[in-house]
């Protein structure tokens, strides 16, 4: 029971002591960390959890690795911000791997960057035609950043002058098919608004709905459970039937039946 209570204690003090220094050393997303801020994050990890778990009386050894390390990292995060060189050093910088519609292939390997990688990011842009970007980087935490060429950029309702007026943030009114009540009080609504409104999108069934919200306008969004899309695409490799004349022959026969 003593060691229980001692890993209790220490686990205690491991877990305040990574919220303190977290917080003090300030936050960013995920996809935002550099590769040096990653590293950081599972050495603090490590450390911690060696003072969380440790029965052999050194907890005080590692409190106090613990606030050197985060000591080294805010001051090395300090220097970095005063000195272009060396944060350029610790966090790197982008590196261009589409140029003029072309894939800088030398690039791609500096960065550790495979072909699949850069057009899944691409697509995850709404880029499905190389040849439409005028400039691509790989940004210090990984994320690519694209310019289209000017003329494939679609005008603003600015350039249009076509006066807009902003429908406020989307509110989660269904999720997983469960109602957020306390969502539909917040806008003034009901749930008989609610089955009126899915009623008129033709869904009688509230557990059929994955997700659904309300703008500030009251419109409805819906997803349900069972998407009915036609000619849905299938980009995976993994192929059902060898690709045959036989195969086209039969593909052919049942779009004409």
């Not at 229980?4 to 919220?19: G, N, P, S, W």
């Not at 029965?55 to 970095?80: E, K, N, V, Y």
């Not at 691409?122 to 005028?134: G, H, M, P, T, Y």
């Not at 690519?144 to 943030?169: C, F, H, M, V, W």
């Amino acid at each position: 029971m003593e060691k229980l209570d001692q890993v209790l204690l220490q686990t205690f003090i491991a877990f305040f002591a990574i919220l303190i220094l977290t917080r003090i050393l300030g936050k960013q997303q995920i996809n935002q960390l550099t590769f040096y801020e990653y590293i950081n994050g599972i050495t603090f990890g490590s450390i911690a959890a060696n003072l969380a778990s440790d029965t052999d009386q050194h907890m005080a050894l590692h409190l106090a690795g613990l606030i050197f390390f985060g000591i080294l990292t805010g001051l090395m995060a300090f220097i970095s911000m005063k000195s272009r060189p060396l944060r350029k050093l610790i966090a790197g910088e982008p590196v261009i791997v589409i140029q003029d519609g072309k894939i800088l292939e030398n690039n791609l390997k500096k960065m550790r960057y495979n072909l699949d990688e850069l057009t899944s990011e691409l697509r995850s842009k709404n880029v499905f035609d190389i040849a439409d970007v005028e400039l691509a980087l790989i940004e210090p935490s990984g994320k690519l950043s694209i310019l289209k060429y000017a003329e494939l950029i679609p005008p603003t309702r600015q350039d249009l002058n076509i006066p807009a007026n902003s429908k406020g943030l989307d509110i989660e009114v269904i999720m997983d098919g469960k109602v957020i009540y306390t969502n539909l009080e917040k806008m003034g609504l009901d749930g008989r608004w609610l089955l009126n409104q899915l009623e008129i999108k033709g869904i009688n069934n509230i557990k059929h709905v994955a997700y659904a919200s309300v703008d500030a306008n009251h419109q409805l969004f819906v997803d349900t459970y069972e998407d009915k899309i036609e000619g849905l695409i299938d980009i995976s490799d993994d192929f059902k039937l060898p690709l045959t004349m036989d195969t086209i022959k039969y593909g052919e026969k049942d779009e004409k039946s």
